[in-house]
């Protein structure tokens, strides 16, 4: 490479090298009115670094594994069959059980790294996130959370060693949301001590389900109900063969592959139906419920309802894993974006260096308030991990429903978030942000954009964490201990008028950015919500019936939601502000703090329609938006550094990491140019 090539390239990079120390700009932000902007103090990376990761092993480990076989680091955009794909999934899978690692067991006793494995796969290649997912979290992980000892017994280590590949099949044709609406039977036939397992039409053959077109041998099958042992019962799961070992069809077993995909083509969904398959009685997954031989049913269980509730219960883990993933491919796709927007140049002054394209205050209001909610998302999902483990660890019932709560609105909002902010990203990278090579999975929605919908649409998740809130809210938080994240609106719910209308027009920066402020303006959102919530609802449920009158209130029911989330994702970030004892660290987490909440006080109408936030403080929040933007851009470059995604994974020429010398040439080897 010629001398002057390398020194424009290293001025490309300086503008990369942050704290607007080195930006050739001369765009410096300027806030509409007199908020100086501060520049935030340079932090250590490393010591960032190792603040937020605490299994900095179990990823060296991992990365390393993928360095060693560069093979398996082959990204879905550049054309693969789907037989190709999955080929590749199952090899990246046998490199890793071949390295010693045992999923099952993480998942099943080490939660904490079960997760982090998913958020490292995830950047490797999503169908292989997702294949653990299916093999380990729900195959698995229904085996043994729904099962007893005997089941855990039997199966464990064929299917940690994926000698026993297998599905959760709970999907139908024509049922996915609504579960109560399956339609699958299981009747016993106490001649012969064994479950008649059938397809009663079409609309109910099981659809979409993971590992069951090419690799799977066992399913676990939910089925609402059966004459005989199980009427009226609820929904209970059975262990069904689909594959003997030499890879043919069960008896009355018919399976088809569901085809290409628009994304995640490296799992083999496949739709099954059933013809009257005779399975052992044993093959009840019987934790909650059992029967005997003679077809007695018991159940530790009073209700339906709740054995109901409990079986699904059992499935929070998946919501967790996904959770862990989504946040995972958010970080590499800011991390492309920003180093990418870092050393851009567009445009400039007459006789002056072309300014970096971060300098753009548009760039800036695009992607410094992502950054800011991608730290929330990712210590929210660290608090959620943490609950999971302690829920295993108790079985403590508020804890449960805690969980159940927060993993189906933390997979809810951070999956959808995620898939906007993939685009957001691209956008952000321009025309090259658009090739399949260089842009690897992290920016493409291909893959991401279907964790919205499988395990739980998020519309319908968002839901049911309004009805928890709810129930809650009824209860009037009776005896509701202080360890759930909703215990809050125990206090906010009856505080949740207008507040004190100097706070209303106050707008000093020092109270803007008053931590007290910012978690009083959030939660006084949700409880205002879910207080107006629980008077309309009880309006219109007098009239038109309960259905009716939810539906009426969808969207207030989806805007509680999401605002219980993002109170929780404050406080979550609040703390990890706190805990941070290096100074330079803290200032940049406490910015992306104040960022994250204003954005969603600016953004959200209601603030202003109950005259909770004047006008004119309004538009000091905005400017203060502006301000905070242009102080994070001066740290985004080393803020994205610390999630040290290594460039091997990443796969982006255009995302390469500070160190590397040429952002350029690798982009231009693989279009064909010599350097
Ligand atoms: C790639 C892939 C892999 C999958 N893997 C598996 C698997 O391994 N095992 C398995 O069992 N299943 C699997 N699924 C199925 C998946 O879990 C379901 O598709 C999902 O639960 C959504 O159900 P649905 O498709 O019936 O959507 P629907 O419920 O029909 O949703 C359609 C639309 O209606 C809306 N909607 C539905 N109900 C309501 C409501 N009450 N209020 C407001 N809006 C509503 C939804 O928001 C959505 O926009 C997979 C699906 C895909 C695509």
Redesign the pocket.
């Known amino acids: 490479m010629s001398a002057q090539r390398v020194a424009v390239l290293q001025r490309q990079l300086q503008a990369t090298i942050p704290a607007g120390e080195a930006s050739s700009s001369a765009l410096q932000p300027q806030p509409t009115s007199a908020i100086a902007l501060r520049q935030l103090p340079r932090f250590d990376v490393t010591l960032m670094e190792h603040f937020l990761d605490n299994q900095l092993a179990l990823k060296a480990e991992v990365y390393e594994l993928f360095r060693q076989h560069p093979e398996l680091l082959v990204a879905e955009e550049e054309g693969m069959t789907k037989e190709e794909h999955r080929e590749l999934v199952r090899k990246c899978l046998r490199v890793i059980l071949a390295a010693g690692f045992s999923p099952m067991s993480f998942f099943a006793r080490d939660h904490a790294k079960y997760f982090n494995l998913a958020e490292l796969l995830s950047l490797v290649d999503l169908s292989l996130t997702?294949k653990l997912g299916?093999q380990y979290s729900?195959w698995g992980g229904s085996v043994i959370n729904l099962g007893t000892e005997r089941h855990r017994r039997k199966y464990f280590d064929d299917i940690d060693r994926f000698r026993l590949p297998g599905?959760?099949?709970?999907?139908e044709l024509k049922?996915?949301?609504?579960v109560a609406g399956l339609q699958t039977e299981a009747i016993l036939d106490v001649h012969t001590d064994e479950w008649i397992v059938n397809t009663p039409d079409d609309g109910a053959i099981?659809?979409?389900?993971?590992?069951?077109a090419e690799d799977g041998k066992m399913a676990t099958v939910p089925s609402p109900d059966g004459s005989g042992a199980l009427d009226d019962h609820g929904v209970h799961a059975f262990i069904v063969p689909l594959r003997d070992d030499g890879g043919a069809l069960w008896p009355g077993v018919e399976i088809h592959d569901c085809g290409y995909?628009v994304g995640?083509n490296g799992?083999d969904?496949g739709a099954i139906r059933f013809t009257s398959v005779r399975v052992p009685r044993e093959n009840l997954l019987d934790r909650f419920a059992t029967v005997d031989r003679s077809g007695r049913y018991s159940s530790p269980m009073t209700s339906a309802t709740k054995r109901f509730a409990a079986t699904l219960g059992e499935l929070t883990g998946g919501r967790v894993g996904l959770t862990c993933a989504s946040v995972g491919v958010l970080k590499g796709a800011l991390t492309i974006a920003v180093r990418y927007s870092a050393q851009r140049q567009q445009f400039g002054p007459p006789d002056a260096p072309e300014v970096a394209v971060l300098d753009y205050p548009s760039q800036q209001m695009k992607l410094m308030p992502m950054l800011a909610t991608c730290y929330a998302l990712y210590f929210a999902k660290n608090k959620l991990v943490e609950k999971y483990c302690e829920m295993k660890r108790t079985k403590d019932e508020v804890l449960v429903a805690d969980v159940h709560t927060l993993s189906a609105g933390l997979k809810a909002y951070t999956t959808s978030y995620t898939n906007t902010a993939i685009g957001i990203c691209r956008e952000c990278c321009g025309g090259h942000g658009y090739a399949a090579r260089p842009a690897a999975s992290s920016l493409c929605t291909s893959s991401a954009d279907?964790f919205q919908?499988?395990?739980?649409?998020?519309?319908?998740l968002l839901?049911q964490v309004a009805a928890l809130l709810l129930k809650e809210y009824r209860d009037s938080f009776r005896g509701s201990p202080l360890a759930a994240t909703w215990s809050y609106l125990k206090v906010w719910a009856q505080d949740s008028l207008p507040a004190n209308p100097l706070v209303t027009h106050e707008t000093d920066v020092s109270h803007l950015r008053d931590p007290a402020f910012l978690v009083r303006a959030l939660r006084y959102r949700s409880a205002r919500l879910l207080h107006t919530l629980a008077a309309r609802l009880r309006k219109h449920s007098r009239r038109v019936g309960e259905f009716t009158a939810w539906?009426k209130c969808?969207l207030h029911v989806l805007a509680l939601s999401r605002a219980h989330i993002e109170s929780v994702m404050l406080v979550e970030m609040l703390a990890a502000v706190n805990a941070c004892v290096d100074p330079d660290c803290r200032r940049s987490l406490k910015a992306l703090a104040d960022l994250f909440a204003l954005d969603r006080i600016y953004t959200d109408i209601t603030f202003r329609n109950d005259d909770y936030i004047a006008p004119e403080k309004a538009k000091a929040i905005y400017r203060l938006i502006e301000a905070l933007c242009g102080e994070v851009r001066g740290v985004a470059v080393p803020l994205v550094d610390a999630f040290a995604i290594p460039d091997h994974i990443l796969r982006s020429p255009i995302g390469l990491s500070t160190t590397s010398v040429d952002p350029y040439s690798e982009y231009l080897a693989a279009a064909g140019f010599d350097s």
């Not at 599905?167 to 999907?171: D, E, I, K, L, N």
């Not at 099981?206 to 069951?212: D, E, Q, V």
């Not at 919908?453 to 319908?460: Q, R, S």
């Open positions: 997702v299916v729900l599905c959760f099949a709970m999907t049922h996915g949301s609504n099981k659809w979409w389900i993971g590992n069951a995909k995640l799992i969904n279907i919908t499988f395990e739980g649409d998020n519309t319908v839901q539906n969808l």
